[in-house]
């Protein structure tokens, strides 16, 4: 027996892109548990409409659904344009994602785009499309998935970790942008789930390590459990806070470091000595192997 939700109006609606399958399905059917209204967004409109009808018997919310492909800008555009003005939006999930693995150079450049198209570019605009309306009303989450192949890439993930990592850091950007506002946004970091995606990019599921692949429904549930406990990075595959807080550490400390002019002095110094000075006769610096350090290197003439 299932148990209804009272639909709550106080929750408003959440909007899910990629909610016809895999991860974005299962975010369709917790945040319906919890009370919202939906927004499901992807390609096969079929999907999405039985998933719809599903969630409003079962749950006694509305769901509506909109068909559109994040990797084509007119469509970006139409959803962008579609929440960017209804009130009701308090929740956006920018779940929609796509891969092709192999060589840089063996993929094709349809699948190269497509990838930067739906997994950053949509992402990032529909973000600034809510973010408006959010900060207006000082209220609106915006979930963000990622990867760990954010911090990561492997021979065979070069653009689909390049799209990540744009999602990492765009994600760690918005936060600041919002921290002194009633506005949140999570990053998650899944590593692997079993949806279709594995076969989408061409490496089979079946060919991985059971050990290492999460249910969706796991992935979900652990990253809401995040968001409860107002987590800004929820990795749910990692059971231990101390590895991301000390990546995190790491990451901050190097930039701190790189932002003081003595470590800026003695990282010049040690590639003055180790690059110009061996490959240029004294006293020609050309500036554009170091555009950022030439007005520097002019005005520090290197003692020889
Ligand atoms: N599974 C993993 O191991 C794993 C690990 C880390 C991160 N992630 C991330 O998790 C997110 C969800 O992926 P998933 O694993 O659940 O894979 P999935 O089952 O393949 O789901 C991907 C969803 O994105 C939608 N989508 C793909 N291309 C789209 C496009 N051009 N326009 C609109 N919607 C599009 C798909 O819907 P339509 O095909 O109907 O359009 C589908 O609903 C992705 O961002 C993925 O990168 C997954």
């Known amino acids: 027996m299932s148990v209804k939700a009272s639909p709550n109006s106080e929750n408003g609606t959440a909007v899910i892109t990629g909610a016809s399958s895999g991860i974005g399905k299962v975010y369709a059917d917790r945040l319906a548990k919890r009370g919202y209204n939906l927004l499901l967004i992807a390609r096969r409109g079929d999907r999405l409409k039985e998933l719809a009808q599903q969630l409003r018997n079962d749950?006694?919310?509305?769901?509506?659904?909109?068909?559109?492909?994040l990797g084509n800008p007119a469509d970006v555009k139409k959803v962008a344009d579609t929440i960017a003005t209804d009130s009701r939006i308090t929740?956006?999930?920018?779940?929609?994602?796509?891969?092709?693995?192999?060589?840089?150079?063996?993929?094709?450049?349809?699948?190269?785009?497509?990838?930067?198209?739906?997994?950053?570019?949509?992402?990032?605009?529909?973000?600034?499309?809510?973010?408006?309306g959010f900060k207006k009303r000082d209220r609106g989450t915006i979930i963000n998935i990622g990867s760990v192949l954010s911090f990561y890439a492997l021979p065979f993930t070069t653009t689909y970790s390049g799209t990540k990592g744009h999602v990492m850091l765009f994600t760690f950007g918005l936060q600041q942008e919002v921290?002194?506002?009633?506005?949140?946004?999570?990053?998650?970091?899944?590593?692997?789930?079993?949806?279709?995606?594995?076969?989408?990019?061409?490496?089979?599921?079946?060919?991985?390590?059971?050990?290492?692949?999460?249910?969706a429904e796991d992935c979900v549930d652990a990253a809401l459990a995040g968001l409860d406990r107002r987590e800004t990075?929820?990795?749910?595959?990692?059971?231990?806070?101390?590895?991301?807080?000390?990546?995190?550490?790491?990451?901050?400390?190097?930039?701190?470091?790189?932002?003081?002019?003595?470590?800026?002095?003695?990282?010049?110094?040690?590639?003055?000595?180790?690059?110009?000075?061996?490959?240029w006769p004294r006293g020609i610096y050309p500036a554009r192997v170091n555009p950022g350090g030439a007005i520097w290197l002019s005005a520090h003439a290197v003692k020889p």
Do not use: Y
Request: with cysteine.
């Open 59 to 69: 749950q006694g919310i509305s769901a509506e659904t909109l068909v559109a492909d």
């Open 91 to 132: 929740m956006l999930v920018n779940n929609a994602g796509t891969s092709k693995s192999g060589p840089s150079i063996k993929v094709p450049l349809i699948e190269v785009d497509r990838q930067l198209d739906v997994n950053a570019r949509a992402l990032t605009h529909l973000s600034l499309a809510v973010l408006p």
């Open 179 to 215: 921290a002194d506002t009633n506005v949140f946004v999570q990053l998650v970091l899944p590593a692997t789930t079993a949806t279709e995606i594995w076969d989408i990019s061409g490496v089979a599921l079946k060919s991985l390590d059971a050990a290492t692949i999460m249910t």
């Open 233 to 279: 990075v929820t990795l749910p595959s990692v059971e231990d806070p101390k590895l991301w807080a000390a990546f995190d550490d790491a990451r901050v400390k190097l930039f701190a470091a790189s932002q003081t002019v003595a470590d800026r002095q003695a990282c010049l110094e040690v590639w003055i000595k180790q690059v110009t000075l061996s490959r």
